[in-house]
Every structure is written in C-alpha cells, then in structure tokens.
C-alpha cells in the first residue's frame, strides 16, 4: 500500500513563503518520479514540479519558475515544495504523487490528500 501525506500548508501573505512537505510510505516502488500538483477553485489540476529519482532533474510550470523549488530526500522517503515570493494566483490545495516523468497527472498513481495554501494580499 502507497500512502503519501502532505503538510505544511497553511495562510501567508503575498510575497511570503512556505514549504510544503510530503511523506511517502510505501514497501517497493522501484525507482519512481515525484510532482507537485495543484488546484484552485473552479480550476482543473495543474503541474506545479516534478523530480526524478536521482533528485538532480527538475522541472517547473512556467508560472513558478524562479520562485519554487522541489527537492527530495530518498533516505527519509520525503520529498519537499519550497515555494517563496508567493502570489495571490498560488493559492490552491497542493498535492504530491507518485509516478513517471512527466507533467501530466494521467502519468501519476498514487496521490496524497492535498493540503491547503492560502495567499492574502
């Protein structure tokens, strides 16, 4: 059984940062990509980052670019969304999953329950 758990979310202001964490538990999953997705009100999932298994590929949506960074740790089976310079527009609730290479969340198997961030002006 896969169970990723997300936390870390929370309220911030705009221009402040957070950094969102997410718990992977699982028994053998072979070497596996992790992403970062998200998705506001009213709005379909979008890619945020992704990693791969050797922690040195990343790659981000356009919109975060510069001011978010996705990291992970292999020996604590975590993985981490640092996100500063936040905007109004990066509110949304965050997930992580499991998968392959890719910004598609159809590429994706096992998902966490999301966690909430809030940006106020």
């Known amino acids: 059984q896969v169970q990723l758990v997300e936390s870390g979310g929370g309220l911030v202001q705009a221009g402040g940062s957070l950094t969102l964490s997410c718990e992977i538990s699982?028994?053998?999953?072979?070497?596996?990509?992790m992403g970062w997705f998200r998705q506001a009100p009213g709005k379909e999932r979008e890619f945020v980052a992704a990693?791969?298994?050797?922690?040195?590929?990343?790659f981000y949506t356009d919109s975060v670019k510069g001011r978010f960074i996705i990291s992970r740790v292999h020996a604590k089976k975590m993985a981490y969304l640092q996100m500063n310079s936040l905007k109004l527009e990066d509110t949304a609730v965050y997930y992580c999953a499991v998968g392959r290479w890719s910004s598609k969340w159809s590429d994706y198997d096992y998902w966490g329950h999301g966690t909430q961030v809030t940006v106020s002006s």
């Open positions: 990693i791969g298994w050797s922690a040195e590929s990343t």
């Open positions: 699982e028994r053998t999953l072979g070497t596996y990509a």
